[in-house]
């Protein structure tokens, strides 16, 4: 059983504070690690993937993957109130569906 | 160029009702994807197509049928709500081949806006 585990939060964090958020996933096999935003009522929407070890950045968002721990994490730099969301952490493990094993999410709250 | 779009965007059924929910795409991609998101128990895969005319189950398969009907298409279709099927609907198409000028890649899915379902 493929799992990928979040912690649910919420996780507040001041304006213009770093927002660390943490996933960890139980398959060896898995190469591709993705974090998706989802607003209340909406769709996810791709912040990041990254596919092999070490460090993504792309804006304000960095994503950070090591295999051997099985762990990938989201900072959020210079925390926004528009970043306020739910958190999906999704990890594609080939075979099968080939498809992607979400998280239950971690929802962040950022004060103004 | 739409991305992937769904209708319809919410709907009331009765118990024993039916109903289709349409999805379409203009990616290119062939593999599609339907999920279920309830409260707590986060994105669960119902079906899935990797390809034009093929499709298979996915974890919560039960009171649901899919049809394929090309490469842009995939339905997802209800043939007696139960009030247990009360959901958000995501179909979602799958990035199979290539890489964005930022890195987005194999594997990455693109979701469509949802049907919210209530079925009374």
């Known amino acids: 059983q493929k799992e990928v585990e979040q912690n649910s939060g919420p996780l507040s964090v001041p304006e213009g504070a770093i927002a660390s958020l943490n996933c960890t996933y139980s398959d060896r096999g898995s190469q591709s690690f993705f974090w998706y935003r989802q607003y209340s009522g909406k769709s996810p929407e791709l912040i990041m993937s990254i596919y092999s070890n070490g460090d993504k950045e792309d804006g304000r968002f960095t994503a950070q993957l090591n295999k051997a721990s099985q762990y990938v994490s989201l900072l959020i730099r210079d925390s926004q109130p528009s970043d306020s969301a739910t958190y999906l952490c999704?990890?594609?493990?080939?075979?099968?569906?080939?498809?992607?094993?979400f998280g239950k999410g971690t929802h962040l709250i950022i004060q103004p | 160029n739409a991305g992937v779009t769904q209708t319809p965007k919410f709907q009331v059924l009765k118990t024993g009702q039916s109903m289709t929910l349409q999805c379409a795409q203009d990616m290119n991609h062939n593999s599609m994807y339907w999920y279920r998101q309830d409260p707590g128990m986060g994105l669960r895969l119902i079906y899935y197509?990797?390809?034009?005319?093929?499709?298979d189950k996915g974890e919560v398969p039960n009171g649901y049928n899919v049809s394929r009907l090309n490469k842009r298409e995939f339905s997802l279709r209800l043939e007696s709500a139960a009030p247990s099927q009360t959901s958000v609907y995501f179909c979602a198409a799958r990035r199979d081949r290539g890489r964005t000028s930022g890195g987005v890649g194999v594997g990455t899915q693109y979701f469509g806006p949802g049907t919210r379902l209530l079925v009374l």
């Open positions: 999704a990890v594609n493990t080939p075979g099968g569906a080939d498809g992607l094993t």
């Open positions: 197509s990797a390809s034009e005319g093929t499709t």
